[in-house]
């Protein structure tokens, strides 16, 4: 028989990117008596791994639980970028409702809308936070009224539309259901959470069965399942068996290791779990995303939604260039291939496919932002590696048509820069397909365009606009190839021997473009070392020393002045890189290079291709 558990709750935090998810949670654990009064916490503590606490955005949904009145609250923060998208529509499983983040300023975004429509399609609760109301420019009653427009666009039911609205700054670590009351605690979000969002539902005399919406990893006890016990319970030791709903012939006799239930920022170990408990469960080895635990006697898979498609892929290879195993620890295929399987254990939106090549590996996401981060965590731990342009991953119908991945990009720009933005885009294959006035004098552009339109293009953007733009993009499914695109339109100067760069031939060289590198580095041959403004490719010799006579000329004494070279960021140079390009990644360096050195073979490979 069905019943409730009154005692627990089961909530994801969803917004858009930095609306303060993560800052909520800290609030939240700070205020339900986790942490010892004198204990020192850093902020986002939920944000654990370096990469996200450097760019301020969580890559990986995360479990806490709380106690609040006797009511143990788990809590799963989720990221708030696209290209983690996939992260966010399995955690939706293990929950009975949302708290749906939304910046007192900003309003609703495209982000807003994306999660919150996974939300309402799986029928969950909503409760909304309008955060950041202490900001000076907040405009809360306005943002409420968008949040009702959302959900009326998205066909709410009648129920969700009937959603409580609680105001708060995460920051400051307070919270009011009504914008005249004097609060200085996250109380009013607590209890909003525990009246309006259900108790889980399931009948704990039935058989076990235990949908694994997340998989954590460690190197000791290897892939731990993480999920909701929907019926039964589940002990320490306990025979099952896994089946797939979108795996019929999936059957598999395992035993439960250990079980863990979480508590504040930590894993608990306890030897049985009854419905409604968010638990991990180690010493299954082979575990994966989407699999039911069940009691073997009646075993029967809980239906689970395919996980999204990879849109991009690129090629990771050995790197063979000069310099090449000088500065890198981890630098054979071997190794290469190791760590890209391992990332699978974690990354379920993620592919790894093998090629002809034993030294290259086709890596496939979501976007370019999942994969660029797989290649920083990569750099950080010791690999050295290059990688090729990211292309699209086309698909077919039973035509045989050629079908592209699109996306919706919503573009925020002040209104000086609007022409320039939707003559980019449009270049680009892009439609404009909307266009209204934004807050702070900005225009809201909205383009539908080819994903592989946008590859390359956030740097240019952030140019045009003067680093004053905001875009924000969501995949829209596939449409008809439409047609063929250069991604860009200026040529690479590239290195002519190999050597140390040297002042007089930079001086010489930054007459022809823009330079990437200063004096004093190490080039090779089929090294690019700059920018042309125009579209070919020029060699430059910038080792090359002035010759010196037996008369000092009147200006040999002048030292030659240079400018600062352009220092770029791994997505700056995965968005420069051509498709003849290669990156080479190192721990300490980034380097730009064709994928042919030898100048002759280049020349004769580039006229084969015409």
Do not use: W
Not at 18 to 36: C, E, N, P
Not at 240 to 252: A, E, G, L, S
Not at 369 to 387: D, K, P, Q, T, Y
Not at 512 to 530: A, D, E, N, T, W
């Amino acid at each position: 028989m069905k019943m409730k558990r009154e005692d627990v709750r089961n909530v994801a935090i969803i917004a858009h990117v930095d609306h303060g998810k993560t800052t909520l949670v800290d609030a939240l654990l700070k205020q339900s008596g986790i942490f010892r009064e004198n204990q020192e916490v850093v902020e986002r503590v939920m944000d654990s791994n370096d990469i996200e606490r450097e760019r301020g955005i969580t890559i990986l949904s995360k479990n806490t639980a709380v106690h609040y009145n006797g009511t143990k609250i788990n809590i799963i923060d989720t990221p708030g970028h696209a290209d983690f998208g996939g992260e966010v529509e399995r955690v939706l499983k293990m929950v009975d409702g949302v708290i749906l983040v939304v910046d007192a300023y900003e309003g609703v975004m495209p982000q807003t809308k994306f999660v919150l429509r996974k939300a309402l399609e799986l029928g969950l609760s909503v409760v909304t936070c309008i955060n950041k109301i202490d900001r000076p420019e907040a405009r809360p009653v306005e943002v409420e009224e968008e949040v009702l427009e959302l959900l009326m666009d998205l066909d709410a039911s009648e129920e969700q539309l009937d959603c409580p609205f609680v105001y708060a700054s995460a920051k400051a670590g307070f919270a009011k259901k009504d914008l005249d009351d004097q609060e200085t605690d996250m109380a009013p979000l607590f209890m909003t959470i525990i009246d309006h969002i259900p108790a889980p539902e399931g009948d704990p005399d039935a058989n076990t069965q235990l949908l694994i919406s997340t998989i954590d990893y460690n190197e000791y006890v290897g892939r731990i399942g993480v999920g909701k016990v929907d019926n039964g319970r589940i002990r320490v030791n306990q025979e099952c068996v896994i089946v797939n709903h979108h795996d019929p012939d999936k059957f598999r006799k395992v035993k439960v290791g250990k079980l863990y239930e979480y508590e504040g920022l930590n894993k608990v170990e306890v030897q049985e779990a009854t419905i409604g408990a968010i638990v991990a469960i180690s010493g299954i080895a082979d575990i994966h995303i989407g699999d039911t635990l069940c009691s073997p006697e009646k075993p029967e898979a809980i239906p689970f939604q395919k996980i999204s498609e990879p849109t991009i892929a690129m090629n990771f290879m050995v790197n063979d260039s000069p310099l090449a195993g000088q500065e890198g620890k981890y630098i054979t295929s071997r190794h290469i291939r190791e760590r890209l399987f391992r990332e699978l254990n974690t990354d379920v939106s993620l592919r790894v496919e093998e090629t002809d090549s034993p030294d290259c590996f086709k890596v496939s996401g979501r976007g370019e932002l999942h994969l660029s981060v797989l290649i920083e965590n990569m750099r950080r731990e010791g690999f050295e590696f290059a990688v090729s342009k990211a292309e699209v991953l086309y698909h077919y119908d039973e035509r045989n048509h050629k079908l592209e991945p699109m996306e919706i990009a919503y573009v925020d720009v002040p209104e000086e820069f609007t022409g320039a933005v939707i003559q980019k885009l449009t270049s680009r294959k892009g439609e404009l397909q909307g266009m209204s006035p934004a807050n702070g004098g900005y225009t809201r552009l909205e383009f539908a365009i080819p994903s592989r339109g946008l590859i390359g293009y956030r740097g240019e953007f952030m140019t045009d606009t003067k680093g004053n733009g905001i875009m924000n993009t969501s995949f829209d499914g596939y449409a008809t190839f439409k047609g063929e695109l250069s991604y860009r339109k200026t040529g690479s100067l590239i290195a002519y021997e190999s050597g140390e760069s040297i002042t007089y031939g930079l001086f010489g060289a930054q007459e022809r473009g823009s330079l990437f590198i200063g004096p004093g580095v190490k080039v090779y041959s089929g090294m690019i070392i700059g920018q042309n403004p125009k579209a070919e490719d020029i060699e430059i010799n910038v080792c090359k020393t002035k010759k010196l006579t037996n008369t000092r000329s009147s200006s040999a004494d002048e030292s030659l002045k240079l400018t600062t070279p352009r220092d770029m960021s791994l997505e700056q140079c995965l968005d420069f890189i051509d498709t003849d390009e290669l990156l080479e990644i190192t721990p300490s360096n980034l380097r730009i290079r064709k994928k042919i050195l030898d100048p002759t073979l280049r020349k004769r490979s580039s006229i084969n291709k015409k």
